[in-house]
């Protein structure tokens, strides 16, 4: 029996408070009274607001990092497509489901923030903790406890879903020479130590490095800037592997296709532009958090070369072109 995760069981919770007992009249009366004239509105940049048919798209397009990496994990199933029969049927469905799961609870608990907290206090909570402010209104001086243990048992599962799949990743591009070597060994247990490591270690980087804001003269950490650093340089991949239907489909018109792209050529393309659109809007109005993130990127491509060159020269291997079931996996 599948049960549903730590994360879905927290945010439902959330919802279900938020709907059935933090709903009140003030907070519905403020939100929905006139639901279609605009309010509230901050400046976006010199000259652009939300009020504006630009700047509304502008605010949509930089308020998708949140529910972007939500639903960042759909793709982590593909990781285990070697082990899962039929896996042209059962990782497509597991990724729409997945993904339609994550949006409707999502919308949900955007319903659940609106029905107990006035719009006002919806952006100014403090740290943009939004549900943190919700459960504070429902429950007055212990909200912010509650929700504290609830995103730490969300943790525990997602960090769960991440170390198993990222290392298999880095263990992957070993065996293919497209890594460090160490990272493409196993243990006596069969599992890859290194990368599990080496991901740990590069995890610690992230979230541990202090930051100052000589504006506001606080002090703060990387961790809450990752949000807008992993969407902007996730974006880009994306855009480039769904960018490769069109290109395979061009260079290797009578390869097998067990997945099928639905609305082909539409739906990518359709794709392609939206978050390209999203993509320019981060970069253009986020360049402190965006920016640093493509730098990181960047910084691959030498080691990538680098290794490339140092296996070619030590190893006089040809690097393989494709990874057994075993190896991938």
């Known amino acids: 029996m599948c049960l549903p995760s730590p994360r879905r069981l927290a945010l439902g919770g959330l919802i279900v408070l938020g709907i059935l007992v933090g709903r009140n009249a003030a907070a519905i009366h403020t939100n929905f009274l006139n639901a279609w004239q605009a309010h509230g509105i901050d400046s976006l940049g010199p000259g652009l607001t939300a009020g504006s048919l ?45 993904a339609s799961v994550v949006i409707v609870l999502y919308v949900l608990a955007n319903v659940a923030y609106l029905v107990t907290l006035p719009l006002e206090a919806i952006q100014h909570a403090p740290a943009d903790r939004v549900g943190t402010s919700t459960l504070q209104a ?9 929700m504290a243990a609830a995103i730490m048992i969300s943790t525990f599962g997602t960090i769960n879903a991440l170390t198993l799949t990222g290392a298999r990743v880095y263990y992957a591009m070993a065996r293919q020479r497209l890594f460090f070597p160490f990272a493409g060994k196993l243990n006596t247990a069969n599992v890859p130590a290194s990368s599990l490591k080496l991901q740990g270690l590069w995890a610690a980087l992230l979230v541990l490095p202090r930051t100052h804001d000589p504006a506001t003269l606080r002090w703060g950490n990387l961790y809450s800037n990752l949000l807008e650093y992993v969407i902007s340089a996730a974006l880009i991949f994306y855009i ?7 290109r395979l489909r061009v260079k290797r018109p009578d390869a097998p296709r ?42 691959g491509i030498p080691i990538y070369f680098l290794i490339g060159w140092a296996g070619r020269k030590w190893s006089g291997v040809t690097v393989p072109e494709t990874v057994d079931a075993q190896d991938a996996t």
């Open 54 to 98: 630009a700047g509304l798209l502008v605010a949509l397009c930089l308020s998708q990092t949140g529910s972007l990496f939500s639903a960042d994990s759909w793709h982590n199933i593909a990781f285990a497509a070697g082990e899962v029969k039929r896996p042209e049927r059962s990782v497509t469905l597991a990724m729409v489901i997945g």
């Open 258 to 299: 067990p997945y099928r792209t639905i609305g082909y050529p539409v739906t990518p393309a359709l794709y392609i532009l939206v978050a390209s659109t999203i993509l320019v809007a981060l970069f253009t109005y986020r360049p402190a958090t965006t920016w640093p993130g493509l730098l990181i990127v960047m910084l």
């Open 138 to 146: 429902i429950f007055p001086g212990v909200g912010t406890s509650v």
């Open 240 to 246: 480039l592997t769904v960018a490769g239907v069109f």
